[in-house]
C-alpha cells in the first residue's frame, strides 16, 4: 500500500537557518503530494502541494519538488524564523484535490531559537 | 480556509464508558468528512470517511461497531467510541472537505481511557 516516510525529529535550527525536511513515498500509480504543518494548539494546515512530477510548490517561503525518479519531496526553506516552528507533515493523496483518502508520515518537528 | 472545530479538545473517561467527539464545520457546507486518530510519534491514521446522509467508510482494520459515526448534516458529524478501553487512548483528529477541495482539519481531541 501507500506510504510515507519522512526524517524524524525534533529538527532544531538558529534562526534564518536553511531548513530541510526529507520526505520520501511509495505509491501506486501518480499521487499527490503534500506539505502539511501543525502550530502549538491548531488544525493541520496545507502549506504546498504539487500534482504532477516535477512540480513545484511552494508557500510563505517554503518550497517542495515533485522528484518520481527519486520518489522524493523534500521541504525547504531559505532562511526559517522563529514563527516557523511547529510540526510539519508529508502526505499523499491518488487524487489532485485533497478531500480524498491522505497517507501521512510521522510528522517532523522544527524548533527554530533566536 | 475553513474553520473547524472540536469538541471536547480532551477527555478523560473509565474504561467501559463511551465517549462522543463531535466535529464542526463553522463556515463550510462539508459534504465530506473524515476521522483520523493518530498515536505518539506516529503518524496519523484514517479511520473512516463519511459523506453527509450516507453511512460512513471505514478502513481495514477499523472496528465500525465501536467507532460510531454520525454525518448528520454539512456541518456536523460525531464520533462516539463505545465501551472505551485504555487501548483507545489516543488523539482524534477530524478533517472536512468538499469534493476535490482541500481538506480542513480540526484541532484535535485527546482521549485518555482509564
Known amino acids: 500500500g501507500d506510504s510515507v516516510t519522512q526524517m524524524e525529529g525534533p529538527v532544531t535550527l538558529s534562526e534564518e537557518a536553511f531548513l530541510t525536511i526529507n520526505c520520501t513515498y511509495t505509491?501506486?500509480?501518480?499521487?499527490?503530494l503534500f506539505w502539511y504543518v501543525q502550530y502549538p494548539g491548531e488544525g493541520l494546515q496545507l502549506l504546498l502541494k504539487a500534482t504532477k512530477a516535477d512540480d513545484k510548490g511552494s508557500n510563505k517561503g517554503f518550497e517542495a519538488t515533485y522528484r518520481k525518479e527519486t520518489t522524493s519531496f523534500h521541504l525547504e526553506k531559505g532562511s526559517v524564523q522563529v514563527s516557523d516552528s511547529a510540526v510539519y507533515f508529508c502526505?499523499?493523496?491518488?487524487?489532485?484535490?485533497?478531500?480524498?483518502?491522505?497517507?501521512f508520515g510521522t510528522g517532523t518537528r522544527l524548533q527554530v531559537t533566536l | 480556509g475553513a474553520v473547524v472545530s472540536q469538541h471536547p479538545s480532551r477527555v478523560i473517561c473509565k474504561s467501559g464508558t463511551s465517549v462522543k467527539i463531535e466535529c464542526r464545520s463553522l463556515?463550510?457546507?462539508?459534504?465530506?468528512m473524515f476521522w483520523y486518530r493518530q498515536f505518539p510519534k506516529q503518524s496519523l491514521m484514517l479511520m473512516a470517511t463519511s459523506n453527509e446522509g450516507s453511512k460512513a467508510t471505514y478502513e481495514q482494520g477499523v472496528e465500525k461497531d465501536k467507532f460510531l459515526i454520525n454525518h448528520a448534516s454539512l456541518t456536523l458529524s460525531t464520533l462516539t467510541v463505545t465501551s472505551a478501553h485504555p487501548e483507545d487512548s489516543s488523539f482524534y483528529i477530524c478533517?472536512?472537505?468538499?469534493?476535490?477541495?482541500?481538506?480542513?482539519f480540526g484541532p484535535g481531541t485527546r482521549l485518555l481511557v482509564l
Open positions: 502526505a499523499l493523496s491518488d487524487s489532485a484535490g485533497t478531500a480524498s483518502k491522505l497517507t
Open positions: 478533517s472536512v472537505g468538499r469534493g476535490g477541495e482541500t481538506q480542513y
Open positions: 463556515d463550510f457546507q462539508a459534504t465530506t
Open positions: 505509491a501506486t500509480g501518480y499521487p499527490s
